[in-house]
C-alpha cells in the first residue's frame, strides 16, 4: 500500500521503504482509534499512529539530526504512560471502558 506513496508531492531524500512503512502503520491504526471501545485498543491505535508519522518523516528525509531522536522517544513514552494511566483507572473505575 505505502511503497507507491512515497514523495508526497515533496522532495524526499530519505528511504522509500520508511514512508512504506509509516503508511503502512497508519493504515493499521485506523480501525483501532475509530472504533476502539476502550482506552487499550484506542492507546494502541494511537501508538501506531504516533510510530507511522514518524516513519514517514524519516521517509521525507527529516530525522538527521538526534536532538530530534531524543523528542521522539519522549513522545513515545509520554503517549504509552498516558494509556497505562487512563487504562488503571479504568479498570479501577470497573465499567466496561477497559
Not at 471501545?37 to 521525507?60: F, H, M, P, T, Y
Amino acid at each position: 500500500m505505502g511503497y507507491g506513496s512515497h514523495g508526497l508531492g515533496a522532495p524526499t531524500d530519505g528511504p522509500a521503504i520508511a514512508s512504506a512503512a509509516g503508511f503502512a502503520l497508519a493504515a493499521l491504526a485506523v480501525l483501532p482509534v475509530v472504533t476502539g471501545r476502550d482506552i487499550l485498543r484506542i492507546g494502541i491505535g494511537l501508538c501506531l499512529l504516533l510510530s507511522g508519522a514518524l516513519l514517514v518523516r524519516v521517509g521525507l528525509g527529516r530525522d538527521a539530526r538526534r536532538p530530534r531522536r531524543a523528542a521522539d522517544r519522549r513522545a513515545r513514552g509520554d503517549l504509552g504512560g498516558a494509556v497505562a494511566i487512563l487504562a488503571v483507572a479504568a479498570r479501577a473505575d470497573g465499567t466496561d471502558g477497559f
